[in-house]
């Protein structure tokens, strides 16, 4: 195994919602005791739907949320009880790329501004000095310096994306939590994005957590994929292994649901899940999936499968594959 | 800053905020005469070339006395708003960014301000502290402050949620900076406008308590006082109220052209929306 970078061990989440005015306070179970590690300029895919915890887990890594349970590690130090100046100084090992390139920037900020926040901060004076790395960042990340002193706003999608991008690499970290970082964007855009994203790997061995529910980016960019469901990880696996042969009933529906062009298959419907996802406030007994999983036994129902070892470092929690 | 010239509110808000401003340093000095200087065979005079806005009933010069006036008026509603404006701001911003039982408790007290109706409040301050341009200026603040509050605090509620703003955080960025950095260039907006429109309304709150008798005392000739004596006289000679009436609304109604145009300006995408409307020259 690589060295790891960034480690979650049993990182459970717990949001209270609610209160005496609105039928009283429930738990949202939103990560129950999730095991996810990124080796050294390894890129870890996160997929799943909408709400099934992959944000959480990013936000739990990089030490934005405090987790209910468990424990971080970055680069083999245990993080998850450091706090104030100690935790502001960590994070120049660790970023974040937004989803939403229109939120993530603040409006009133000149791009040189956003870009030279992060030097300022850690009151860090670059070699070649804060103007100069400004302008080598934007080059990096493939746009005009010049645009240096425009505001957010003068930007389209796809170079504010580029901002945010330059921005999680001003401070070198060793590794990035990309949260659906192209899911806002045209497809046209998308790879673009992508593609600088791993560029930017190659070059610099940086470690990408790559959260997306689109299975097809993930392919494209990810060393291994982990699928969520409902808070937990029901597979884990090299790319190629998972999307070649699926384990996870789960899984195999996830990638039977993708779009793919082919002309002879053009009027068939795409395979769909029956039902919705359950709610994270009452999850099911059992495998959180038997309520939707075509091939569900008695067994499914009373009993949770473990995220077991099948082969190599690939795991899968289901009693039937 | 090139679209200025665009901007209309902008302009003709400044224009007259500058004027009121101008009137108010050097009307007294232009004008030759002395603001309680009293000339009994020249009452109720309309405009003319000697007294430019006529005189009152004691025939004193009313250019003069307009001028005084606004200095006073002007300087109690810009005192009032700016200390309104400082201490609103920062509780709302500190209240909204930590939330919770301090959130709540903050905007109970905010409540407890809001409950009282505004001129009651002033009044009842201006009365325990007595009267005085000071105590004045600190009642009018009093009542002023909690929109201030309030507006920040629910602006800051959405920011502190934004994605930059938990990029600042994941960037090590401290709560000093992301309140005063981040957050608060996010929320000026509102305030500025949410201010010019405030000296407005602390200019009718001035002259309403002068109006009452409880604001600058006589012989200051206030322009709520001015109003509020040329009403015995309305009926038969209506112009001193007239003067007085037009003073205020044309100084308010600037102020709010000018914050409404000042916000249009201050914000970048306002700004790149009005080069993109505006016309091609």
């Given at each position: 195994m690589k060295d790891i970078v960034l480690e979650g061990v049993g990182l459970t989440k717990h949001f209270t919602v609610g209160g005496p005015m609105s039928g009283g306070r429930r738990r949202v179970?939103?990560?129950?005791s999730v095991d996810i590690a990124i080796g050294r300029g390894e890129t870890v895919g996160l997929v799943g739907e909408s709400g099934c915890g992959k944000s959480t887990i990013g936000r739990l890594l990089l030490r934005l949320i405090d987790p209910t349970e468990g424990r971080i590690r970055l680069l083999g130090q245990d993080i998850t009880d450091a706090r104030g100046s100690g935790l502001r100084r960590l994070r120049r090992r660790m970023q974040i790329v937004f989803q939403d390139p229109f939120a993530s920037l603040?409006?009133?900020?000149?791009v040189g501004d956003i870009l030279s926040a992060p030097y300022r901060i850690h009151g860090i004076e670059p070699r070649i000095g804060i103007d100069a790395k400004v302008a080598e960042l934007m080059g990096r990340v493939g746009?005009?310096?010049?645009?240096?002193?425009?505001?957010?706003?003068?930007?389209s999608g796809g170079q504010r994306q580029r901002i945010g991008i330059a921005r999680a690499l001003a401070l070198e970290p060793d590794v990035i939590v990309c949260?659906?970082?192209?899911?806002?964007?045209?497809v046209s855009v998308q790879a673009q994005i992508v593609n600088l994203l791993r560029d930017l790997r190659d070059q610099t061995g940086i470690a990408l957590l790559f959260i997306s529910h689109d299975l097809a980016v993930v392919e494209n960019i990810c060393d291994r994929v982990a699928v969520m469901y409902l808070g937990r990880i029901v597979e884990i696996a090299d790319r190629d292994r998972l999307f070649d042969a699926p384990r996870h009933p789960y899984t195999k529906a996830l990638l039977k649901s993708v779009p793919r062009p082919d002309p002879g298959r053009r009027r068939r419907a795409l395979f769909r899940l029956e039902g919705e996802v359950p709610s994270p406030v009452d999850p099911p007994t059992g495998c959180a999936f038997h309520t939707r999983c075509?091939?569900?036994?008695k067994l499914c129902a009373a009993e949770r499968p473990p995220l077991s070892i099948r082969e190599a470092s690939n795991k899968v929690a289901c009693h039937l594959n | 800053m090139k679209p200025l010239a665009v901007n209309l509110s902008l302009s003709i808000g400044g224009t007259i905020v500058i004027a009121v401003l101008l009137f108010a340093l050097f009307g007294t000095i232009v004008s030759?005469?002395?603001?309680?200087?009293?000339?009994m065979k020249n009452?109720?005079?309309?405009?003319?070339a000697e007294h430019w806005l006529g005189t009152d009933n004691f025939g004193r010069d009313l250019w003069t006395r307009m001028a005084v006036g606004a200095r006073v008026s002007l300087t109690i509603a810009l005192c009032s708003v700016a200390i309104a404006v400082v201490v609103g701001t920062t509780v709302g911003l500190v209240s909204g960014y930590i939330g919770g039982a301090f959130d709540l408790l903050v905007m109970r007290i905010v409540d407890i301000f809001l409950g009282f109706p505004p001129i009651v409040l002033a009044l009842a301050i201006v009365a325990a502290l007595g009267p005085g341009m000071l105590n004045l200026t600190l009642s009018l603040a009093a009542i002023f402050w909690t929109e201030y509050a309030r507006v920040v605090r629910s602006v800051t509620l959405a920011q502190r949620e934004a994605d930059y703003v938990t990029a600042a955080a994941a960037l090590g960025a401290g709560s000093a900076r992301i309140l005063f950095r981040e957050i608060l260039p996010n929320v000026i907006g509102p305030v500025i406008v949410l201010a010019t429109l405030g000296i407005g309304t602390a200019i009718i709150a001035e002259s309403g308590l002068s109006f009452l008798g409880?604001?600058?005392?006589?012989?200051?000739?206030t322009w709520g006082w001015t109003l509020s004596y040329g009403t015995r006289y309305l009926?038969?000679?209506?112009w001193l109220s007239t003067v007085a009436g037009l003073a205020i609304m044309i100084t308010v109604l600037g102020f709010n052209l000018f914050g409404d145009g000042l916000r249009d300006h201050l914000d970048p995408r306002g700004v790149a929306r009005r080069i993109k409307s505006a016309p091609r020259q």
């Amino acid at each position: 195994m690589k060295d790891i970078v960034l480690e979650g061990v049993g990182l459970t989440k717990h949001f209270t919602v609610g209160g005496p005015m609105s039928g009283g306070r429930r738990r949202v179970r939103a990560v129950e005791s999730v095991d996810i590690a990124i080796g050294r300029g390894e890129t870890v895919g996160l997929v799943g739907e909408s709400g099934c915890g992959k944000s959480t887990i990013g936000r739990l890594l990089l030490r934005l949320i405090d987790p209910t349970e468990g424990r971080i590690r970055l680069l083999g130090q245990d993080i998850t009880d450091a706090r104030g100046s100690g935790l502001r100084r960590l994070r120049r090992r660790m970023q974040i790329v937004f989803q939403d390139p229109f939120a993530s920037l603040n409006p009133r900020h000149r791009v040189g501004d956003i870009l030279s926040a992060p030097y300022r901060i850690h009151g860090i004076e670059p070699r070649i000095g804060i103007d100069a790395k400004v302008a080598e960042l934007m080059g990096r990340v493939g746009l005009d310096p010049m645009a240096r002193s425009k505001f957010p706003h003068e930007f389209s999608g796809g170079q504010r994306q580029r901002i945010g991008i330059a921005r999680a690499l001003a401070l070198e970290p060793d590794v990035i939590v990309c949260d659906e970082p192209v899911s806002a964007l045209d497809v046209s855009v998308q790879a673009q994005i992508v593609n600088l994203l791993r560029d930017l790997r190659d070059q610099t061995g940086i470690a990408l957590l790559f959260i997306s529910h689109d299975l097809a980016v993930v392919e494209n960019i990810c060393d291994r994929v982990a699928v969520m469901y409902l808070g937990r990880i029901v597979e884990i696996a090299d790319r190629d292994r998972l999307f070649d042969a699926p384990r996870h009933p789960y899984t195999k529906a996830l990638l039977k649901s993708v779009p793919r062009p082919d002309p002879g298959r053009r009027r068939r419907a795409l395979f769909r899940l029956e039902g919705e996802v359950p709610s994270p406030v009452d999850p099911p007994t059992g495998c959180a999936f038997h309520t939707r999983c075509p091939v569900a036994t008695k067994l499914c129902a009373a009993e949770r499968p473990p995220l077991s070892i099948r082969e190599a470092s690939n795991k899968v929690a289901c009693h039937l594959n | 800053m090139k679209p200025l010239a665009v901007n209309l509110s902008l302009s003709i808000g400044g224009t007259i905020v500058i004027a009121v401003l101008l009137f108010a340093l050097f009307g007294t000095i232009v004008s030759g005469f002395e603001p309680d200087q009293m000339n009994m065979k020249n009452r109720f005079s309309l405009p003319t070339a000697e007294h430019w806005l006529g005189t009152d009933n004691f025939g004193r010069d009313l250019w003069t006395r307009m001028a005084v006036g606004a200095r006073v008026s002007l300087t109690i509603a810009l005192c009032s708003v700016a200390i309104a404006v400082v201490v609103g701001t920062t509780v709302g911003l500190v209240s909204g960014y930590i939330g919770g039982a301090f959130d709540l408790l903050v905007m109970r007290i905010v409540d407890i301000f809001l409950g009282f109706p505004p001129i009651v409040l002033a009044l009842a301050i201006v009365a325990a502290l007595g009267p005085g341009m000071l105590n004045l200026t600190l009642s009018l603040a009093a009542i002023f402050w909690t929109e201030y509050a309030r507006v920040v605090r629910s602006v800051t509620l959405a920011q502190r949620e934004a994605d930059y703003v938990t990029a600042a955080a994941a960037l090590g960025a401290g709560s000093a900076r992301i309140l005063f950095r981040e957050i608060l260039p996010n929320v000026i907006g509102p305030v500025i406008v949410l201010a010019t429109l405030g000296i407005g309304t602390a200019i009718i709150a001035e002259s309403g308590l002068s109006f009452l008798g409880f604001g600058v005392e006589p012989p200051t000739p206030t322009w709520g006082w001015t109003l509020s004596y040329g009403t015995r006289y309305l009926r038969a000679e209506p112009w001193l109220s007239t003067v007085a009436g037009l003073a205020i609304m044309i100084t308010v109604l600037g102020f709010n052209l000018f914050g409404d145009g000042l916000r249009d300006h201050l914000d970048p995408r306002g700004v790149a929306r009005r080069i993109k409307s505006a016309p091609r020259q």
